[in-house]
Every structure is written in C-alpha cells, then in structure tokens.
C-alpha cells in the first residue's frame, strides 16, 4: 500500500460510521483524507461520492471507503467514475475477495446494515489484501476500459 492517505466519505447516515472508521484508521497509523461530511446533517450520497472520485482522479489517495445506509446508492453512483472500481462489502471474506478478485480500490459500506465491528473489520481486511492478479489481472482491464 502507498502513502497515500485513505480516502473516506458518507452521507449523513453514515456519518457515526465513518467517524468510527477514521478513528480506527489514526490509531493504526494510517492517513487519513476525510472529505465528509463534518456532521450529520442531511447530505446527497451522489455528491459525496464524487467528493471521493475527484480526490482519487487528483491522486489525493489511491484508495477510499464510501458509507451510506445500505451502501447502494453511495457504490453506484462512486462507480459511475472511470478508474473507480468500488466493491460492497458485507464480511470479511467480500472484502478480502473484492481485493484479491476485482483488485477494488474503494470500499462500499452500509452503515445500517452491518455494525461497527464488522465494519472495521472489512476495512482492515480490504487495505492487507494485495491484488492477486494472474488470470484476474485481464478481467479487471476488461473493467477499467468499460470504464474509459
């Protein structure tokens, strides 16, 4: 993994989550890119999303975890961005598999369906997992050029 900071946003639902996560993320010693929100007030998951998508295009960070309440609509709408491969993930073995498979680069999380533990869990899990590449490596291309 580089130096880059991690990059995180949500929407006002996952708001608690990503705090928790970002908290999780320092006391690891890891950077962190928080883009938002800095408070729970009533966000669009859309526009948060391309918060997260602009930073990674910027090379502000060359991964990024994006929270919303299912974590649908947030994994949606970050995807619409070429070179964004964006993954929800449920448990552990989805996350480790979104890396290893599908080489994500952004984890989607939802903040009202799986709880904190879980959560980090997932992210630690999703940042230790290298890409496997081999016979994924092709596939993953497919995907970016779908993207371009």
Known sequence: M?????ALVSDHA???LKTSLKEALVERGLPVL?????RPDPV??????????AAMKAGQAER???????GIGISIAVN????????????????????????????ALGARLIGQS???DCLITFLDTAFAGGRHADRVAKLDR???
């Open 44 to 53: 669009d998951y859309p526009d948060m999303a391309d918060r997260l998508a």
């Open 118 to 120: 879980v959560a980090q």
């Open 34 to 38: 928080d883009l938002g929100p800095d």
């Open 2 to 6: 580089s130096d880059l900071p991690i």
């Open 80 to 107: 619409r961005h070429p070179g964004i491969r964006a993954a929800l993930c449920h448990d552990v073995s989805s996350a480790r598999l979104a890396r290893e498979h599908n080489n994500a680069n952004v984890l």
């Open 14 to 16: 996952g708001f608690a």
């Open 64 to 70: 990024g975890v994006v929270i919303c309440g299912t």
């Open 146 to 148: 779908a993207g371009a």
